[in-house]
């Protein structure tokens, strides 16, 4: 059995993301990195394939900056590793399309395993539209794989809820998104790193895949926030209490109260 799953570079969270002169986003000359909830379902991955003895497969969308998500990947220990070209990665709807048509051409796919969300638009929308586009179940929010039984085709998962967890069982094939914690991410080894830096990203293209390129969605454009003017004033006073009843009454003033 194949374990699929997916990454993508994105800029370090530490990084000054704004819009150039020119309209583009640009986080200046600071690096790449593996999108952090990646790491979590990369790890998953190669997990549960040694576990039931099946391969792993990563799969990053879009231009050549993925190659290093994906270059990562192998090096922690991901089998093998796909890029997908001529998506739009603005239009989760056709990347969830391209996503679901890699998958069955792969072939032997009963498990997905993506990360909670992408760190760099914000969204985890395109994670159950590629199980739709499917048409396998979708398991969100998990935070540990109980057991997974390839020959008997089930999975039993635990899932966070608000205030608790959630056991589930569910047949394959199946789409997850793990959480935090799920698992703790290894460093890539010496031996990884090697065996990444030689190895050769086969490249698919939507026009292979059968994926429609036409988007319902248009970027009309991206502006930076607007600056926001922030006044600091300190609140004096001989006593704690006597600072809190200041504070009380200029939140009063203000209306915050």
């Known amino acids: 059995m194949n374990i699929v799953t997916f990454t993508r570079s994105t800029p370090d969270t530490a990084a000054k993301v704004e819009v150039d002169g020119s309209g583009a986003v640009t986080w200046g000359g600071a690096a790449t990195v593996v999108n952090p909830w990646d790491e979590y379902s990369l790890e998953e991955a190669i997990v549960q394939a040694k576990n039931i003895g099946g391969k ?11 190659n290093e998500a ?19 990665p603005i239009d989760s709807l056709q990347w969830a399309a391209a996503a679901a048509a890699a998958v069955n051409k792969i072939g032997d796919v009963k498990l997905v395993i993506f990360g909670k969300e992408s760190v760099d638009v914000g969204t985890d929308q395109h994670i159950y539209q590629t199980a739709r586009k499917l048409g396998w179940t979708m398991l969100s929010y998990v935070s540990k794989i109980l057991e997974l039984d ?14 608790g967890k959630q056991i589930i069982s569910a047949k394959l094939p199946v789409v ?13 080894s010496f ?3 090697r065996k990444a830096g030689k190895a050769e990203i086969p490249v698919w293209t939507a026009a ?5 390129v036409s988007s319902g969605v248009q970027l009309i454009g991206y502006e930076n926030l607007p600056v926001r003017e922030v006044k600091t004033e300190m609140i004096d006073g001989a006593t704690p209490q006597e600072k809190a009843e200041k504070l009380v009454e200029k939140l009063l003033e203000a209306k915050v109260l």
């Open 56 to 66: 792993a497969t990563v799969i990053a969308i879009g231009p050549e900056m993925h």
């Open 176 to 188: 997850i998104s793990v959480m935090k914690g799920i698992n703790e991410p290894r460093y890539p």
């Open 208 to 212: 292979e895949l059968g994926v429609a």
């Open 191 to 193: 031996i990884g790193i």
């Open 150 to 163: 390839a020959a008997a085709g089930t999975i039993k998962v635990e899932k966070m809820l608000e205030g």
């Open 70 to 88: 994906l270059k990562h990947s192998i090096a922690m220990g991901l089998d093998a590793a796909i890029r997908i070209e001529g998506v739009d």
